[in-house]
């Protein structure tokens, strides 16, 4: 992720100092201003299609073999639980979709990202917004298998709850 460089506040250059007992980036004017770089809120969910697979997605710029989970970033006043139902609804055209459970809170250090997760149950037919992604494809739940980082830490416990560690 790209660094900030300059002060959104007065413009000057921002330089390597102590703020809150952290090396962060502040203003070289005395207008007090800190970067504080904060771990950006995206929703996440794996989401149960007609309760035997799992919708997965890929983005529009990811490598062929890429896919994960539904994602999107949480909108200003939108709680988690209905920012991921509104990213489904957005990129696959679910509207017949449920939260089954809240499965947790990851870390996805290398983007900077808290990624709140949920378990989802959607029908219906899917209708994938071609502005955001360039691909989806349906796994059958036995045939999941987790990635080693970002939602994938999510994907191998609710594979594990289910009694289905990989």
Same mark, same amino acid.
């Given at each position: 992720m790209p660094l900030m460089n300059y002060c959104p506040q007065c413009a000057s250059p921002l330089v390597k100092g102590e703020a809150s007992g952290r090396e962060r980036l502040i203003c070289s004017k005395p207008c007090g201003y800190i970067y504080y770089d904060n771990p950006l809120p995206v929703v996440g969910a794996i989401v149960e299609y007609d309760n035997d697979t799992v919708v997965l997605t890929q983005n529009i710029g990811w490598p062929a073999e890429w896919f994960g989970i539904v994602t999107g970033f949480? &909108?200003?006043? @939108?709680? !988690?639980? @209905?920012? +991921?139902?509104? &990213?489904? $609804? $957005? &990129?696959?055209?679910?509207? #017949?979709?449920? +939260? *089954? $459970?809240f499965l947790g809170i990851y870390p996805f250090f290398q983007r900077n990202e808290i990624i709140f997760t949920y378990h989802v149950r959607a029908t219906g037919t +899917?209708?994938? #917004? @071609?502005t &955001?992604?360039?691909? +989806?494809?349906? *796994? !059958?739940v036995n045939e999941l298998k987790p990635w080693p980082f970002g939602t994938g830490p999510a994907v191998k416990e609710w594979?594990?709850?289910?009694?289905m560690v990989r």
């Open positions: 949480l &909108e200003r006043g @939108e709680a !988690p639980a @209905e920012a +991921i139902l509104r &990213e489904i $609804e $957005e &990129e696959l055209g679910l509207t #017949d979709a449920r +939260i *089954v $459970e +899917i209708r994938m #917004d @071609e &955001e992604l360039q691909a +989806i494809k349906l *796994v !059958p594979l594990a709850k289910r009694g």
